[in-house]
């Protein structure tokens, strides 16, 4: 089993709708939470952290489930140029802060 | 431009040849990280770099993978003996503590 869990998709969403993701991590030391957002052959870029009393930023909304060991992304008003992999990460101090990666979900906003 | 810098872009050469990656992170970054990424993957790690000193290598990291990070600053990864395998996006990052890295814009690498 994987340390990071995602649902690889693809999600297929009308433009403006709401769409959400979850992620599951299965070791309970895991302490900082990501949401990377990662372009065809592009690099990886930093969507937003999530913080365990969950964390707002425009349009994108994650909240962290520790008792559960789940992250969620929500995504309101969906954009066309929302198409993108997510991919899911977490960190842990004791293993020199590596990022561990889910495989990620694959977005497509349709018009 | 003060991001992560990484180059080549793009690598091709031909089996059992040696390449060499080469990574310059944000001047205030004390961690470095090598990751690499196959089609349809998240990153996996491969090595993590505090200062100049190599702190962590992933089981992954057969022999034929060297880092270095002579002077705390900039960093090359090198293959030797290529094998097909090795075809990947290399990204490196740089970051602080427990805070989100960033990551350059990879090396593409593809074995003939």
């Known amino acids: 089993r994987k340390e990071v869990e995602q649902d690889p998709g693809p999600f297929n969403v009308p433009e403006g709708a709401t769409v959400a993701f979850n992620c599951t991590y299965s070791?309970?030391?895991?302490?900082?939470f990501f949401w990377y957002r990662q372009d065809c052959r592009k690099e990886p870029k930093l969507l937003m952290s999530?913080?365990?009393?969950?964390n707002e930023d425009g349009r994108f909304t994650a909240q962290l489930n520790r008792a559960s060991q789940y992250i969620s992304l929500l995504i309101r008003d969906s954009k066309l140029s929302d198409s993108a992999t997510y991919l899911c990460?977490?960190?842990?101090?004791?293993?020199?802060?590596?990022?561990?990666w889910g495989a990620g979900t694959k977005l497509i906003i349709k018009p | 431009d003060t991001g992560v810098s990484q180059n080549p872009r793009h690598k091709i050469t031909k089996r059992g040849q040696n390449v060499t990656f080469r990574c310059d992170p944000i001047?205030?970054?004390?961690?470095l990280y090598w990751y690499r990424q196959t089609l349809g993957q998240g990153p996996e790690f491969l090595t993590y770099?505090?200062?100049?000193?190599?702190?962590?290598k992933s089981r992954l990291l057969s022999d034929r993978f060297s880092a270095e990070r002579p002077k705390g600053s900039f960093s090359t990864l090198e293959i030797q003996r290529t094998e097909q395998g090795d075809s990947a996006m290399y990204l490196c990052?740089?970051?602080?503590?427990?805070?989100?890295?960033?990551f350059g814009d990879g090396t593409r690498l593809s074995i003939l």
């Open positions: 070791n309970s030391a895991s302490q900082s």
């Open positions: 770099f505090q200062n100049e000193a190599q702190l962590e």
């Open positions: 999530v913080y365990s009393s969950g």
């Open positions: 990052a740089s970051g602080v503590s427990n805070q989100p890295q960033h």
């Open positions: 001047s205030e970054h004390n961690r």
């Open positions: 990460v977490v960190n842990r101090r004791a293993s020199n802060y590596q990022l561990i």
